[in-house]
């Protein structure tokens, strides 16, 4: 299999959030040849929207998406959907990444807040569409049900978007779906119009916190090349988003060595 193009990396603004800004972040890309981003909106806030939309545009920036929209099982979910609709669209995102949301507190109805998930993704889908924003379930491993998302694999996803119609596809995070005896399949069956995004890092072993000790591409055991080459053999041609939340090792670094190293790795991976 033909190694990745290095100008298919994108920098999921998580991945330097601890040393950065998103003004940096954009500033770090530009200085590293990275061609694509893929801001937070809290960092997006602080520094405003305007203003991050002209700097990226003048960097000449692909925004390989928006994170993020979602959290449908929460109070205040459908004005917070609606300002995410209107960022993604004024950064030209080429979708609003979707963290569905977990259990409502208090509740043990996983199979209700499923479909407060599908009911909620539907009400804002119309105003996505005419924003012209694609909308990306992201499915999360399992072990973060109760708390951010319940929609768990790559299958549950795209049978949502199945019933949602157009406008809406996946985002496929390797942390997330590499264990899935399906993923073949399911990326197969995705297809090139509804595999939205493509994030990348590592599964490491020893794993020492569920959230926040994502492993660099190439430190841990997900087969990279193998991800991609489904996902390319579907007919996927976008970025590859790099995407690490790391208290204890990256996010201890410099960030411009941690640029680099992803530039490196990626080349392997
Ligand atoms: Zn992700």
């Given at each position: 299999?033909?190694?990745?193009?290095?100008?298919?990396?994108?920098?999921?603004?998580?991945?330097?959030?601890?040393?950065?800004?998103?003004?940096?972040?954009?500033?770090?890309?530009?200085?590293?040849?990275?061609?694509?981003?893929?801001?937070?909106?809290?960092?997006?806030?602080?520094?405003?929207?305007?203003?991050?939309?002209?700097?990226i545009?003048?960097?000449?920036?692909?925004?390989?998406?928006?994170?993020?929209?979602g959290f449908?099982?929460?109070?205040?979910?459908?004005?917070?959907?609606?300002?995410?609709?209107?960022?993604?669209?004024?950064?030209?995102?080429?979708?609003?990444?979707?963290?569905?949301?977990?259990?409502?507190?208090?509740?043990?109805?996983?199979?209700?807040?499923?479909?407060?998930v599908?009911?909620?993704i539907?009400?804002?889908?119309?105003?996505?569409?005419?924003?012209?924003?694609?909308?990306?379930?992201?499915?999360?491993?399992?072990?973060?049900?109760?708390?951010?998302?319940?929609?768990?694999?790559?299958?549950?996803?795209?049978?949502?978007?199945?019933?949602?119609?157009?406008?809406?596809?996946?985002?496929?995070?390797?942390?997330?779906?590499?264990?899935?005896?399906?993923?073949?399949?399911?990326?197969?069956?995705?297809?090139?119009?509804?595999?939205?995004?493509?994030?990348?890092?590592?599964?490491?072993?020893?794993?020492?916190?569920?959230?926040?000790?994502?492993?660099?591409?190439?430190?841990?055991?997900?087969?990279?090349?193998?991800?991609?080459?489904?996902?390319?053999?579907?007919?996927?041609?976008?970025?590859?988003?790099?995407?690490?939340?790391?208290?204890?090792?990256?996010?201890?670094?410099?960030?411009?060595?941690?640029?680099?190293?992803?530039?490196?790795?990626?080349?392997?991976?």
């Amino acid at each position: 299999m033909a190694l990745p193009d290095a100008a298919k990396l994108s920098l999921n603004t998580a991945t330097t959030r601890a040393q950065w800004g998103l003004a940096q972040a954009i500033d770090g890309c530009a200085r590293h040849g990275i061609r694509g981003i893929a801001p937070w909106r809290d960092q997006l806030a602080a520094m405003g929207v305007q203003e991050a939309a002209r700097a990226i545009k003048a960097n000449g920036l692909a925004v390989t998406g928006l994170c993020r929209g979602g959290f449908f099982t929460a109070k205040d979910w459908r004005d917070d959907n609606r300002r995410a609709i209107e960022e993604a669209h004024a950064l030209g995102a080429q979708c609003l990444v979707l963290v569905v949301g977990g259990l409502p507190q208090g509740s043990k109805d996983l199979a209700g807040a499923r479909q407060q998930v599908a009911d909620g993704i539907a009400a804002i889908l119309p105003e996505a569409s005419k924003a012209g924003v694609p909308l990306a379930i992201e499915p999360l491993h399992p072990m973060q049900a109760a708390e951010r998302a319940c929609i768990n694999t790559l299958e549950q996803a795209l049978d949502l978007c199945d019933a949602l119609g157009e406008g809406v596809g996946v985002a496929v995070d390797v942390y997330h779906v590499w264990w899935d005896p399906k993923l073949a399949q399911q990326i197969a069956r995705a297809g090139r119009e509804r595999l939205l995004a493509y994030h990348i890092c590592d599964w490491l072993v020893p794993t020492r916190d569920l959230l926040n000790d994502r492993g660099m591409m190439g430190d841990g055991v997900i087969d990279l090349p193998r991800i991609r080459g489904w996902m390319e053999g579907a007919g996927y041609a976008g970025f590859h988003e790099v995407e690490i939340f790391s208290t204890l090792d990256w996010w201890r670094r410099d960030a411009d060595e941690v640029l680099a190293t992803c530039l490196e790795c990626h080349r392997r991976t």
